[in-house]
């Protein structure tokens, strides 16, 4: 008894044997393969005697390939040998002290047509250089279907290392690791031109595929087409003269990362990508480049990349973020872009922490899934150049670049949702030198965070910002060097907050809707906008389509107000609110700029009750020649102070208010010229009634007394003495 696939790969061996009995007896195999089996027990009909696998087996192209290969090296090395010494029929020779040196005279003489005998090939093979013996082991092992393993660690080769179209199924000790096995084993040797393994199939046992570290490779090494691996790749402290392409490789462990270049010099580019037939490059367990170095660029396109969701107790070199971890380029440095472009999906954690890179751009189509934890993370990384994350782009989890430096722009135009703590963007303390646009965005359920960061500039046309009752956007503490524009259907739900900010250009709102369904932690008001003590030097355009249902911009300061008093909400705090002018708001027609009656309005809407408000109000309409419409402004504020104190004065205090009001508050000294012109009405009209003549009285010197009549007869006139005398002694003296 047999199983299907050990007679599978002989009858491909036999149908490739060079002589035609084996070749025969291959195809006999075969053929019977197809037949039913015999069962005279049974009445019913048998099926195949061997499954489809075994019935269309082919004859292997190894066999072949490597005899031409090997005959070609066997007549060039021996040419200069001289003629087969077959002087002795049966020749006994001596143990060869190295293996190789053995393996490699048994596959010269085996395939040398001339007929040297043993003695002559050995002889030759003890004068060759150890680089040259495994030239010629190697051919013996391109395209081989079926390998034991590969124990290398110190080999030399000065040519190409080719398993291409090999089968290696194998896991072998050595004293390089105590803790994994291997099927290949290369760690320290040096490989003069390229590793080939290119539709080749590497089976670790449940161990690792091939273990190389230190292994230092002339060329490029080569992991591609239908290359697939059961077991991890490790090649830490890697040294590769050429690119490392996995271009359709498929590579899996179910422990430790898949691909591990920790420490590794690449002074090529990275390839993970399809091969021309479609295949997707597979890689389940996690791709491991932790301070790697590589010269040319990262890229990674219609890949699937999955992360071990835990890592197993016991593995003693595991980091304690390794957990969820899909590709982890900590400290890593790479000379041109990292890029993720086609339908790329990595589920799990993409550390890029403190690495140093050209540039990062995620493309239209590419998913990152780690939801509810970080999904990639920039922190305290340096970016020499520009950082994008493209629409149609998602990303499930956190993106964190606290710490972060780029010097050139940061574009965040996809889907982001399912945040860790609730931060969806965590970029506190980051450093933008161009600028950062959030053109398109979508984010549901975090915030997005800028606090204490420096940019350029920062530009959120027609993003949609979700987070009822926290931060949709934080930019407090925040310097910007241009202008912020919050514009053109910018969607914000949540707060949006721009305390202690400074910004060198505009604050412009024009086409945004900003609305907080409800207060909550950071935010007790429930404000869809802060901006306090925030300075704004470019001037603020708060033409916002709406806003709901409160902002506070106390203590702000800026250079003009462009506004429409309409469109405040119904509650609003603007203590401290300081401006230079007012000014329309950008695409607004038919607005009077210096309104007093809206701006009086206006202010009359505030939340609580500052005279501040009005006075500044007052004092820029005043600077700018209204000196009418500021006077009016400064009215309105005693009103609205009476309106606001009048149910808790006293009435002596209301009384006397009520009559400077009719002055205007001493803003209207004309009026008091209407007063005295009434006063002298009433006194002239006192002496002209008849009632009031009768009691007017006048004396002289001499102590007559006159009344409107004429002299008064003495005892009158001595009455009218009496009654001075009784009210002014001197008088009567």
């Not at 491909?12 to 089996?37: D, V």
């Not at 489809?52 to 070609?72: D, F, G, H, I």
């Not at 690791?177 to 031109?193: D, Q, V």
């Not at 309005?601 to 501040?612: D, H, I, P, V, Y």
Request: hydrophobic content about 40%; overall charge neutral.
């Amino acid at each position: 008894m047999t199983s299907a696939g050990v007679l599978e790969r002989q009858i491909s061996r036999l149908l490739g044997s060079p002589y035609a009995e084996l070749r025969a007896i291959g195809a006999n195999l075969r053929a019977a393969c197809g037949q039913p089996a015999a069962a005279p027990l049974s009445e019913q009909p048998s099926p195949p005697a061997a499954p489809t696998l075994v019935e269309y087996a082919e004859a292997s192209a190894y066999t072949a390939e490597a005899a031409r290969a090997l005959e070609e090296a066997a007549a060039s090395l021996l040419a200069t040998v001289g003629p087969p010494d077959r002087s002795r029929s049966v020749e006994l020779v001596e143990q060869a002290r190295d293996p190789l040196d053995e393996v490699v005279t048994t596959l010269l003489y085996r395939h040398d047509r001339a007929g040297h005998n043993y003695a002559q090939i050995s002889a030759v093979v003890a004068d060759l250089r150890p680089a040259h013996k495994h030239e010629l082991f190697e051919l013996s092992l391109t395209g081989c279907p079926s390998l034991p393993g590969l124990l290398g660690n110190g080999l030399r080769l000065r040519r190409d290392l080719d398993l291409s179209r090999s089968q290696v199924t194998g896991a072998h000790w050595t004293s390089a690791s105590t803790s994994k096995r291997s099927a290949i084993w290369l760690c320290e040797s040096e490989i003069g031109g390229r590793l080939l393994c290119i539709d080749a199939t590497i089976d670790g046992q449940g161990d690792r595929s091939i273990q190389a570290d230190r292994v230092r490779v002339g060329g490029a090494v080569r992991l591609l087409h239908r290359f697939k691996s059961v077991g991890e790749i490790r090649l830490i402290g890697a040294r590769l003269g050429g690119s490392l392409d996995l271009t359709g490789a498929q590579i899996e462990s179910s422990d430790g990362p898949a691909i591990d270049l920790e420490d590794a010099t690449i002074e090529g580019s990275v390839f993970l990508t399809e091969d021309p037939g479609g295949r997707r490059p597979v890689i389940r367990g996690g791709f491991d480049m932790g301070s790697a170095r590589i010269s040319g660029r990262f890229l990674i396109r219609n890949a699937t990349i999955e992360a071990h969701a835990d890592v197993r107790a016991g593995r003693i070199y595991a980091r304690s973020t390794a957990a969820g971890t899909a590709l982890s380029a900590a400290r890593a440095s790479v000379g041109d872009e990292v890029m993720l472009a086609g339908r790329c999906e990595v589920t799990g954690r993409i550390d890029m922490t403190t690495a140093d890179v050209s540039s990062v751009s995620i493309g239209e189509h590419c998913v990152l899934r780690a939801p509810g934890r970080t999904a990639l993370e920039l922190t305290n990384a340096e970016i020499r150049a520009s950082f994008q994350l493209a629409k149609g782009a998602a990303v499930e989890g956190t993106i964190r670049l606290a710490g972060a430096v780029i010097h050139g722009t940061l574009a965040l135009q996809g889907k982001v949702s399912h945040p860790e703590h609730g931060s969806l963007v965590g970029g506190s303390a980051m450093t933008v030198d161009g600028d950062l646009y959030l053109d398109g965005l979508h984010t549901s359920g975090g915030r997005v965070n800028f606090r204490g960061a420096t940019l350029g500039s920062f530009t959120a046309s027609g993003a949609r910002l979700d987070n009822p009752g926290g931060y949709a956007l934080r930019l407090s503490q925040t310097v910007v060097k241009g202008s912020v524009l919050l514009v053109d259907g910018f969607t914000s739900i949540g707060l949006v907050a721009l305390n202690r900010s400074t910004i060198e250009g505009r604050l412009q709102f024009t086409g945004g809707s900003f609305t907080c369904p409800a207060a909550g932690p950071g935010n007790e008001h429930g404000h869809a906008i802060e901006a306090i003590s925030t300075t704004v030097r470019g001037g603020m355009d708060l033409g916002w389509k709406t806003v709901s249902p409160s902002v506070d911009f106390t203590d702000a300061t800026t250079t003009f107000l462009a506004d429409d008093p309409a469109t405040w909400p119904e509650r609003f705090t603007i203590a401290g609110l300081n401006y230079e002018r007012f000014e329309k708001p950008q695409g607004a027609q038919g607005m009077r700029i210096w309104d007093q009656a809206a701006r009086c309005a206006w202010l009359s809407r505030q939340t609580e009750f500052e005279s501040g408000p009005y006075e500044q109000a007052a004092m820029v309409f005043r600077q700018h020649g209204y000196v009418t419409e500021a006077e009016r402004i400064l009215i309105a504020r005693r009103k609205h102070a009476r309106q606001v104190s009048g149910s808790s004065a006293k009435w002596p205090l209301r009384a006397i208010d009520a009559v400077y009001a009719t002055i205007g508050y001493g803003y209207r000294p004309t009026r008091v010229l209407w007063l005295l012109a009434v006063l002298l009405v009433l006194v002239a009209a006192s002496l002209i009634l008849p009632a009031g003549q009768s009691t007017l009285r006048a004396s002289d010197s001499s102590g007559d007394v006159y009344s409107t009549t004429g002299l008064m007869d003495p005892k009158g006139a001595q009455a009218v003495l009496d009654v001075f005398s009784q009210s002014s002694p001197e008088v009567a003296v």
